[in-house]
């Protein structure tokens, strides 16, 4: 009975990573791959007017692509250690068809940056496994739709802006456990339910007012937020919710950094 449950998981496992490959290739053909065609070619896209935003995208996606991955193979009982190569080369393969595919757009182009970019995070998800202490370190996610977002989906400006690309919008972010790295009396005084947040995002890179593209300035924020994995609670479905949730950057107060200086924030989301 074991075996054969086993092999269950196991076969529930590859028709999840089939059913995921086709669901998430058939969302970019219909949002991405609608364009103009064109030889395949190769586009170093480096500091664009979005100030390389796209590519911690690129790194979040590989990161997520490779740690659900390595859930879903875990629980067809496979070992950590081969759930976590697998599910970052699961990853690595993914994300480099849609690269290839991305190559024959002329709007896009084959982008060695993104694929360094998707490794990376692949690689962070793989340290998690191999280097313990890297897991006090995870990728975590905000966004909040810009006014650039709402007047194109209002039809008020011209352009196909949407979430995906409404990088002024979006902060990738780099969360610490902090109460995991500290020792003694440091990490008693420490509220564990804290993590500290590094994060970037960009200024406005298309005009709300006319649809046009400009360069966006950088922006360094410096935050606390909460840790799900903290929350009380272990009941396996609100286990499995608090591990997702974890990827999650909460709304909270921040500290933003720019060329032109210092200034709090007193919500930014």
């Known amino acids: 009975a074991g075996g054969g449950a086993k092999r269950g998981a196991q076969v529930g496992a590859a028709a999840i990573f089939v059913g995921g490959n086709l669901g998430l290739y058939e969302y970019f053909r219909r949002a991405w791959w609608s364009g103009e065609r064109s030889d395949f070619y190769v586009n170093w896209d480096w500091d664009v007017p979005f100030r390389n935003q796209d590519k911690l995208g690129h790194l979040h996606g590989g990161y997520i692509l490779a740690e659900a991955g390595r859930e879903v193979l875990e629980a067809a009982c496979v070992s950590e250690k081969k759930a976590a190569v697998y599910g970052a080369l699961y990853a690595a393969a993914f994300q480099l068809q849609i690269e290839i595919w991305d190559g024959t757009q002329r709007l896009y182009g084959f982008s060695p940056p993104d694929l360094l970019f998707n490794s990376i995070g692949q690689g962070i998800s793989l340290a998690h496994t191999f280097v313990p202490v890297t897991k006090a370190v995870t990728p975590t996610f905000s966004y909040a739709g810009t006014a650039a977002l709402k007047a194109t989906n209002a039809g008020t400006i011209p352009g196909d802006l949407r979430p995906s690309v409404d990088y002024s919008g979006q902060t990738y972010w780099l ?63 609100w286990m499995a919710t608090k591990k997702m949730l974890r990827h999650y950057r909460f709304p909270a107060p921040a500290i933003e950094i720019m060329s032109t200086g210092v200034r709090g924030v007193a919500w930014h989301r």
Do not use: C, E, N
């Not at 990490?187 to 709300?208: A, C, E, K």
């Open 175 to 237: 969360s610490v456990d902090v109460d995991t790295l500290l020792r003694g009396r440091a990490r008693r005084l420490w509220p564990g339910l804290l993590r500290f947040s590094l994060g970037h995002t960009i200024t406005d890179w298309v005009d709300p007012a006319t649809g046009t593209q400009f360069r966006a300035r950088r922006r360094i924020m410096l935050s606390l937020d909460l840790d799900p994995l903290k929350l009380p609670g272990r009941a396996p479905w």
